[in-house]
C-alpha cells in the first residue's frame, strides 16, 4: 500500500469521491456534480461534454439522459467511457475509465420523479442531437407533450441512466511548484481489489 494520507486516506475510492464531492459542494459556485464525460464513435474518434453525476453508488457512478442521443449510441456501441471531474476552488479533480451499463428501472424512475415538472416534460419534448429548426419549435413541442402527459408524466422510455463500473480511479490535488499528489487505483475487472500506485506529477 502506498503512503496515503489526509485526503487520500481510506481503502474505498467511492467513499473518497463522495467525501470529496461533498467538500465541493461548499465551495464551487455551480454544479459541483459536473463531470466532463467521454466517449467515442463507431470510427473511434473522442467526443466529451459536460452532464451532472446523479449518484455515487458503493460500485459505480451513475448519471441520466436520453438514450436516443449521441452521447447514448456512443456509450451503448463500446460498453465504456472515462469521466473527469474538476473542482477550481478546491484544486482537485477525479479521473474515471470504466465499463458501462444501462440503468433503466426502479431506480431511473425515481430519480426522474424527483427532478422539476418542466424538467420532466422537457425530457419528453427534446429529442436530443437531432437537428432543431428553432427554439419556437422546441417550445411548441414542449406545450404539446405538457398537454399529451399532464402533471405527472411517466419517465419516457427514451430516458434513463448509465452506470459506469470503474476498472481506474485517479485521485489528483495541487501540489507546491506543480509537484501534485496523483494517486491511481486499477483493476481488471469489478470483482477483483484495487491495486494502489502513486504517480509521478
Not at 449521441?70 to 473527469?84: M, N, P, Y
Not at 419556437?136 to 441512466?161: I, Y
Amino acid at each position: 500500500m502506498t503512503d496515503r494520507s489526509g485526503i487520500f486516506a481510506g481503502d474505498d475510492p467511492f467513499q473518497i469521491a463522495r467525501d470529496w464531492l461533498a467538500e465541493a459542494e461548499k465551495t464551487e459556485v455551480n454544479d459541483p456534480n459536473a463531470i466532463a464525460l467521454s466517449t467515442v464513435d463507431s470510427n473511434g474518434l473522442p467526443n466529451a461534454r459536460m452532464v451532472l453525476l446523479k449518484d455515487i453508488e458503493d460500485g459505480a457512478f451513475v448519471f441520466y439522459t436520453n438514450y436516443e442521443s449521441a452521447k447514448a449510441g456512443e456509450l451503448d456501441q463500446a460498453g465504456k467511457a472515462a469521466f473527469v471531474m474538476h473542482w477550481k476552488s478546491l484544486r482537485r479533480q477525479i479521473r474515471v475509465r470504466g465499463i458501462v451499463t444501462r440503468e433503466d428501472g426502479p431506480q431511473a424512475d425515481e430519480y426522474y420523479h424527483s427532478r422539476s415538472l418542466k424538467s420532466r416534460l422537457g425530457a419528453w419534448a427534446s429529442r436530443q442531437s437531432q437537428p432543431l429548426s428553432s427554439r419556437t419549435a422546441l417550445m411548441a413541442e414542449v406545450a404539446k407533450v405538457t398537454a399529451q402527459h399532464g402533471p405527472n408524466p411517466a419517465r419516457p422510455p427514451f430516458w434513463g441512466g448509465f452506470r459506469i463500473t470503474p476498472v481506474e480511479i485517479e485521485f489528483w490535488a495541487d501540489g507546491a511548484f506543480r509537484l501534485h499528489d496523483r494517486f491511481v487505483l486499477r483493476r481488471e475487472n469489478a470483482n477483483e481489489n484495487w491495486d494502489v500506485q502513486r504517480l509521478n506529477p
